[in-house]
């Protein structure tokens, strides 16, 4: 049995190396709140401006507005009824936008027409992508 515990506790990964460590006593000692601060502004912005564009030049795409996250779920489901685009955003943004998102279906049922956006990276990379995915379905119609 002390042999099954040691393997099991081996591969669970509890030890950090040193560049851990310090980077782990850098976040807990307080002095990284500014830095913190900056970045929730940063993606509170990133989430607002996915938000606003969508419902002002996507109005057919419902998105959901991520409360404690840096990921945004699009619904495609009525365009993808309507055949205005393929069942399969995922892979249509990939080909038509060549921009990658994670396909719905990969979080289990119900994600079917849904792609999830991160929108944790540079607004000029979301910016871009989102530009990207609108002319991609402004060709489709």
């Known amino acids: ?13 509890l030890h950090v190396n040193s ?20 970045l929730r502004q940063y993606l509170t912005a990133n989430r607002d401006y996915v938000l606003e564009f969508v419902s002002r030049e996507l109005p057919e795409v419902r998105v959901t507005n991520p409360d404690a996250t840096y990921l945004a779920w699009l619904d495609f489901g ?24 994670n396909p719905g279906p990969e979080f289990g049922p119900g994600g079917e027409h849904f792609v999830r956006m991160n929108f944790g990276c540079p ?10 995915m609108k002319s991609a379905l402004a060709s489709q119609s």
């Open 1 to 13: 049995m002390r042999s099954r515990y040691r393997k099991v506790l081996q591969q669970l990964g």
């Open 19 to 38: 560049l851990g460590l310090t980077a782990a006593q850098s976040a807990f000692s307080g002095q990284c709140e500014d830095w913190l601060e900056a």
């Open 78 to 101: 009525a365009l993808a009824r309507a055949g205005r685009i393929p069942p399969d955003p995922y892979r249509f943004f990939l080909e038509r936008a060549k921009v990658a998102l």
């Open 123 to 132: 607004r000029s990379t979301l910016v871009e992508a989102l530009r990207r």
